[in-house]
């Protein structure tokens, strides 16, 4: 992921994913088809509920920091493609833990998204593959943390 | 309309069938597009080559689609006011398309909130399988639920 392979990580390494920007239709169709549940989708019902207005999904704040994840490792693939260099592919997750959306995300909101290492180990069933875990992390610029989880990801070995 | 279940509706060991809900090729490269752009999630020869064999669903539409599932069986026609997370999701298997998914969603616990008076938290573990019978995900967390005024 990132651009790296699994020598080249390390715990405390910290990466900045970059922004996404929630807009409201993007809000509403995803609350539709995912969490089709009234404060997410009608002023009125968000407003006798905990937020003050129709906020995304949880799983919508996460897809955002998926985006920029991708894109991330897409760009910095594209960068080193051009002097002939090969990075590494993004490798499948077997899950998380601790996902948390301490506050929620309105209209119009953009979100930094990053991640900090925490651990990686070898992998004694995939010998080409390692796991690294992470702590995963958005932040608004106003309203502070949206969301964090503990992470995992395949890395490729060299 | 059926009366809104409220927190106090709920009670430990409750459970709800999820699905079955038939997953196309298209709604798999539909949500990859959007959101998790990677090849074995877009394209079928990339999915061939890659560690999770043949085109697959991204593990956040998976979890979206199991949520969707607890929306249907029992969450929209229930007092639900959020979530603030999950302890756990495991995506233990690949979802392919034509997999047909089918699970339940159990309660594991109801308490009242400390600190939002007028609400309560339900846990609960959820999972869904396809045809096979083989657990896709796994996923473990709670919701907030208003209680009866």
């Known amino acids: 992921m990132i651009g790296l392979y699994l020598d080249e990580f390390a715990a405390g390494q910290r990466i900045e994913l970059g922004q996404h920007v929630f807009a409201a239709e993007a809000i509403k169709r995803f609350a539709r088809q995912f969490t089709p549940v009234g404060f997410h989708m009608d002023a009125d019902e ?40 090969v990075l590494p592919e993004i490798g499948p997750s077997p899950g998380l833990s601790a996902l948390r959306w301490p506050n929620p995300v309105y209209p119009d ?9 925490t651990a990686k180990r070898d992998l004694k069933s995939r ?4 796991l690294v875990t992470f702590l995963a992390d958005g932040f608004h610029a106003a309203r502070g943390q949206v969301l964090s989880f503990e992470g995992k990801v395949l890395v490729a070995r060299r | ?51 999770l064999h043949g085109l697959s669903a991204s593990g956040w539409h998976t979890s979206a689609l199991l949520t969707r599932l607890m929306c249907d069986a029992v969450l929209t026609e229930s007092a639900v006011l959020g979530s ?42 959820a999972s869904l399988s396809a045809q096979d019978v083989l657990e896709r995900i796994v996923m473990s967390g709670m919701f907030f639920i208003r209680r009866r005024a």
Request: charged share 25%.
């Open chain 1, 46 to 85: 968000a407003a006798q509920g905990l937020f003050a207005k129709p906020s995304a999904a949880g799983w919508h704040i996460c897809c955002g920091w998926m985006v920029c994840f991708v894109e991330s490792n897409s760009k910095e693939r594209a960068r080193h493609a051009a002097s002939g260099k």
């Open chain 1, 109 to 117: 909101d953009a979100i930094s998204y990053g991640l900090t290492v």
């Open chain 1, 127 to 130: 010998p080409n593959w390692g």
């Open chain 2, 1 to 51: 309309m059926r009366p809104l279940r409220h927190f106090e509706d709920f009670a430990v060991g409750d459970h709800f069938a999820l699905g079955p809900h038939r997953v196309t090729r298209d709604e798999i490269v539909e949500f990859a597009r959007a959101f998790d752009p990677q090849p074995f999630h877009l394209d079928e020869a990339a999915g061939d080559v890659s560690v």
């Open chain 2, 84 to 125: 603030s997370g999950m302890d756990e999701v495991k995506w233990l298997k690949p979802v392919h398309a034509d997999d047909v998914l089918a699970g339940e969603m159990r309660v594991t616990g109801v308490r009242a909130s400390q600190s939002r008076p007028g609400v309560g938290i339900m846990t609960f573990v």
